[in-house]
């Protein structure tokens, strides 16, 4: 892409060659009115506008790419015209609701009709009937709705859902008469208002991941949450800027916080919004907000008691949902008075970090999500996308559908929604133990096989065979045929018949024998039939490659083979790759803590089981503060340290009271962001000095990066083969959580309650005749459980899995490690 | 010595009784005010005023107004404390819970909680004005959009404590009193101004 320089309103600006104005407008603070382009997603012209007038010509800001030297007007006489009788358009029948509407003051119909100027309706039509609409989380007024069709954009381009779309209106036909009187775009844009509303495509209820970025992106009172309606007006709330809590991928979010009632002065969170333009949050995000630890007081004695078990410990167990600053207490801690740091999620993706730092000679993996959202081909190895990191999977959708890119999701389950992404997407669900044989495969594909260590050109080539297979072909053939005809003699004037010879050309079938290149790991990972096919299609023009990879490997029992192929990749493909780290704060917690892999014998458990239990969650020995009633940083899958605020207040004790007790010194927690590890890429900045948000350009500015280190790499590059005898063939249990839940902290926020049990497929229920409901004995190597099948909509397949979510099911037990393992499952 | 003041263009009538009162010059020096204090002790002032008490108290004819029992009738655009009224056909509450006057209110004294109720209509479930900050400036009722919360004439809030409150309980028309027609509207600020109806533009409707 090329710098290049127009005009806008007579001001020079400098943007990229094929930028959408409207984008080039606003990275430079030029205001161009615009309703239905939704940044990051494709233009529809629903509203029309945008208008401007680009060399002399009206187009539409948000699809017009700008070229070199362009001169583009924003306002000329026609235009406000339309515009204006746009934003009269849209208040025909609108209701006069402002009064209770939950978009109280931020909506952008008010805006647009202010600045507009409408002060009186040319227009009318028959109103229709168009009751509200409850879809579970979310709630739809038709009314209210002025068929942006934001949401149905989110939905596909963002999300990759595609839950929405338009049904008709039954609205009576507009007036033949507006047609000649109404400015020309206006009328277009009614004319497809008029026709249709939203709709849910699975019928009466909506049936998708429940992300809620539809509310989050209309702009009206139209999608709203359903808890949140009538509670509150959006000025009373004060807006906390934070981090999400619940994932690796670390959205920006702020909480809307004001009193609990007018009996209750105490701080509450009513909602979570989201720069929506630049960040898409997921449903745990957006409905899993108050899971702050509740009514905790100042408990002296347990304080005490937490001391004196300080002093007795040798280990110390932790869940990554910490911020870096505590994670860096522990290992003062540690340092101090020797304690064994126990985590063993953060440390299996430390040891795959390292296994793969002695390949790539870097420290961290080079691409991020930013990248995957501007790929053109994308790869998921090893993660459940959708639950393991949401973001990952909106960023693989988007790239899928703004760059027509194409994808491979490699893992044992059959989801639904990855297939639904894009018809050039192909899963391989291939057996559990087989993920190497995925990165194999695409070192075979697309790795320099010249510049590669030749052992593994070697091992790969052994992978192919020619086989002579029949190909029905279609030629052409050439057929001569004698007809007969009947032709005139001119001479006797009468017919006569003549043969003739004509030669035809006619399509024919014929089998032939061709020799064609078999590779075996397609068989082996059960790809699709016809993949090498598919693949050749997917390839055709494309630039620029990503590859996830996730926690199914960091927990691979070859999990260090894993790592150095995923660094071979990385350094003899073109693809840039990404980790997905396990929990909200793995990767900071790898990056700050010498982990241990043994437990002594007296342990403290944050938020985890121990001797003595420190617990945010509440019901532990001592109470501590949850991550929305804490300051600190978080470190995110795009290795990016952001700042949260606490949102709720917490008048207990905090870890670092504690630090203090032992010996450490510092007044707040957030003293320690300045001294989080310079060795591991982090930077001596201060908590205050951190910013938070996102530019009009779309730029995030957030926290900072982490420095990628350059780092000893080892002699060779060698890899292991794979054993395709361990693949696991039937009866796999997975450890995996529903779509919106994370951790017992998604579990606790009042809209997302529930109990968890065994995950299974419906076609799976059925052909095991089991209700949803069902007691069933789950029994593996490693332990048994009794638990309560639930049905799971948003998988195929015969996999069950089980959750982490769930304090009352301990999962992890039934685990040796790796994420799968081999199961019975009896009905009780 | 009475003298007429002169108002200009004040709404006040020509036979006004309105008259400044002539007071003597204060005592300066120490001396005038020694002479002032015997003065009035040798003049038996004192038995002046215990009489004309005495002369009044007897004739049981007073002119002064038996607080509590009594009250005097007051302005009905008087801003004292504050009403919530009901809309007169249907008896519902008038207010909808907008929030507008717990955004204008400069004391910042009003909130309210609020929910979707069972006819997905927004329901004001408690509304409380604190008393101690409100300054009885009346914002709330003009800025209110349904004439819901209006200023009341009950004027006594003397309280032991610096904040109290009024609820939605202890503002809202009681029932009854509406049936009985005792709900008056407000005249005061918010209050419909005379001829509004010619000044709203009319929505075409095109059937
Ligand atoms: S959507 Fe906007 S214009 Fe419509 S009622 Fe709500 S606030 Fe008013
Ligand atoms: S529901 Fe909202 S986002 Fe969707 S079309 Fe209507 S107004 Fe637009
Ligand atoms: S859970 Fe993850 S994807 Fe969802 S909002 Fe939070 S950080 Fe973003
Ligand atoms: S009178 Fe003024 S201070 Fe009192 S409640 Fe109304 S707006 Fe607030
Ligand atoms: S302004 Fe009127 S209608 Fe709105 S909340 Fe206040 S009292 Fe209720
Ligand atoms: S923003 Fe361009 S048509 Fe709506």
Redesign the interface.
């Known amino acids: 892409m090329n710098e290049i320089t127009i005009t806008i309103d007579g001001r020079t600006v400098q943007t990229q060659e094929g930028e959408y104005i409207l984008n080039a407008a606003r990275a430079n603070g030029i205001f161009i009115p615009a309703i239905c382009y939704l940044t990051r997603c494709s233009p529809t012209l629903a509203c029309r506008i945008c208008l401007v007038e680009a060399d002399g010509k009206q187009v539409y800001a948000c699809n017009a790419k700008a070229k070199q030297g362009m001169e583009i007007t924003t306002t000329t006489p026609n235009i406000e015209s339309e515009r204006r009788a746009i934003m009269e358009v849209y208040d025909v029948n609108h209701p006069l609701e402002?009064?209770?509407c939950d978009q109280?003051g931020e909506c952008e119909l008010q805006n647009y009709t202010l600045e507009m100027g409408v002060?009186?309706?040319?227009?009318?039509?028959?109103d229709t009937h168009k009751p509200?609409q409850d879809w579970g989380l979310i709630h739809y007024d038709p009314a209210l709705c002025i068929m942006c069709e934001r949401c149905i954009t989110v939905c596909k381009d963002m999300i990759g859902d595609a839950a929405l779309s338009t049904v008709a209106r039954g609205s009576d036909p507009i007036?033949a008469a507006f047609k000649e009187s109404m400015p020309k775009d206006a009328y277009a844009m009614w004319n497809k208002l008029n026709k249709s509303l939203i709709s849910p495509n699975a019928g009466d209820t909506l049936d998708c991941t429940n992300c809620g970025e539809c509310t989050s992106v209309c702009p009206v009172g139209a999608l709203v949450s359903s808890d949140y309606?009538?509670?509150?007006?959006a000025?009373?709330h004060k807006q906390i800027p934070a981090t999400c809590a619940h994932c690796s991928a670390g959205c920006q979010l702020s909480y809307d916080i004001k009193?609990t009632?007018?009996?209750n002065p105490e701080s509450k969170i009513y909602r979570v919004k989201n720069e929506w333009n630049y960040v898409s949050l997921c449903g745990a995000g957006r409905y899993g907000y108050d899971f702050e630890n509740k009514n905790v007081t100042k408990d002296a004695v347990a304080f005490d008691a937490a001391i004196a078990a300080f002093k007795q410990a040798d280990t110390i167990a932790f869940t990554s949902t910490i911020t870096n600053e505590e994670a860096l207490i522990l290992q003062r801690l540690k340092e101090k008075f020797g304690y064994r740091l126990i985590n063993e999620e953060a440390r299996a993706f430390k040891s795959f970090l390292n296994a793969y730092s002695a390949v790539s000679g870097t420290s961290l993996y080079g691409g991020d999500l930013g990248e995957v959202h501007a790929s053109d081909f994308v790869v998921s190895i090893g993660s459940a996308l959708k639950t393991d990191n949401p973001n990952a999977r909106f960023a693989m959708n988007n790239a899928l559908s703004m760059n027509k890119g194409a994808g491979l999701y490699f893992h044992p389950i059959n989801d639904p929604v990855i297939a639904g992404m894009s018809k050039s997407v192909t899963q391989f669900n291939h057996a559990p133990m087989m993920e190497e044989a995925a990165l194999y495969l695409i070192l075979d594909l697309f790795a320099d096989k010249a510049a590669m260590p030749s052992s593994v050109s070697e091992y790969l080539a052994g992978f192919h065979s020619t086989k002579t297979v029949t190909v029905e072909e279609t030629v052409d053939e050439k057929v001569t045929e004698t007809v007969v005809k009947k032709v005139l003699n001119e001479e006797t004037g009468v017919e006569e018949e003549v043969s003739e010879e004509v030669t035809k050309t006619v399509k024919k079938k014929v089998s032939k024998e061709v020799e064609v290149d078999e590779n075996a790991l397609f068989a082996l990972l059960n790809a699709p039939a016809g993949f090498s096919d598919t693949l050749t299609k997917y390839l055709a023009k494309k630039e620029r490659f990503s590859l996830m990879v996730g926690p199914d490997l960091y927990t691979h029992p070859n999990a260090s083979n894993c790592a150095r192929l995923v660094a071979l990749i990385e350094k003899y493909t073109q693809f840039s790759v990404t980790m997905i780290p396990n929990l909200s704060n793995t990767l900071g917690v790898a990056m700050i803590c010498d982990l241990d892999s043994e437990r002594g014998s007296y342990t403290i458990g944050y938020n985890t089981a121990g001797n003595f239990t420190l617990s945010a969650l509440g019901g532990g020995d001592l109470d501590m503060p949850a991550l929305n009633q804490q300051e600190g940083t978080l470190t995110n899958i795009d290795k990016r340290v952001n700042p949260t605020n606490a949102a709720l207040s917490f008048s207990g004790y905090v870890l670092n009271d504690i630090a203090n007790a032992l010996g450490l010194s510092s007044k707040y927690t957030v003293d320690y962001t300045a001294q989080l590890p310079k060795q591991a890429g982090f930077k001596a900045t201060c908590f205050d000095a951190l910013p938070n948000h996102y530019t009009n350009s779309g730029e995030e500015v957030r926290g900072y990066r982490l420095d990628i280190q350059t780092v000893t790499v080892d002699t060779d590059e060698n890899v292991t083969p794979f054993d395709a005898d361990k693949a696991i063939n039937e009866n796999v249990v997975y450890l995996a959580n529903p779509v919106l839940q994370f951790s017992p902290f998604t579990a606790a926020s009042h809209q997302l309650q529930e109990n968890g049990g065994l995950y299974v497929s419906k076609t799976f229920m059925e052909s095991n005749s089991w209700n949803e409901g069902d007691r069933v004995n789950v029994k593996t190597a490693r332990g048994e459980l009794s638990l309560n099948v639930i049905a799971d909509g948003k998988i195929e397949g015969d996999i069950a899995y089980l959750p982490t979510f769930d304090t009352a099911i301990n999962s992890e037990a039934l685990f040796d490690g790796y994420r799968f393992a081999c199961v019975s499952i009896q009905k009780v | 010595m009475h003298h007429e003041e002169v108002f200009t263009d004040r709404n006040v009538s020509e036979h006004s009784a309105y008259y400044y009162v002539d007071i003597e010059n204060y005592p300066v020096t120490g001396w005038d005010k020694f002479k002032q204090v015997v003065k009035r002790a040798a003049k038996g002032e004192l038995f002046v005023g215990l009489w004309v008490v005495m002369r009044e108290m007897i004739k049981f004819d007073i002119h002064t107004v038996q607080y509590p029992k009594e009250k005097l009738p007051i302005g009905p655009r008087y801003r004292a404390v504050h009403k919530l009224l009901r809309l007169w056909e249907s008896g519902y509450e008038r207010c909808?819970?907008?929030?507008?006057c717990?955004?204008i209110c400069i004391s910042d004294c009003i909130?309210?909680?609020?929910?979707?109720d069972e006819n997905?209509?927004?329901?004001v479930t408690?509304?409380?004005i604190n008393l101690g900050r409100c300054i009885f400036c009346g914002y709330c009722a003009e800025v209110c959009?349904?004439l819901a919360i209006v200023h009341g004439g009950r004027y006594e809030n003397g309280s032991e404590q610096r904040a109290h409150f009024v609820?939605k309980d202890d503002m809202l028309t009681p029932l009854d009193l509406l049936t009985a027609g005792e709900q008056s509207e407000y005249p005061g600020f918010g209050a419909i101004i005379p001829g509004s109806d010619a000044s709203v533009?009319k929505?075409?409707?095109?059937?």
């Open positions: 402002c009064g209770v109280s002060d009186q309706q040319t227009y009318a039509i028959k509200a007036e309606q009538y509670t509150s007006n000025w009373e009193h009632s007018v009996e | 909808i819970g907008c929030g507008l717990e955004k909130r309210m909680d609020t929910r979707i997905s209509r927004k329901e408690e509304y409380s959009p349904e609820i533009k929505t075409p409707l095109a059937y």
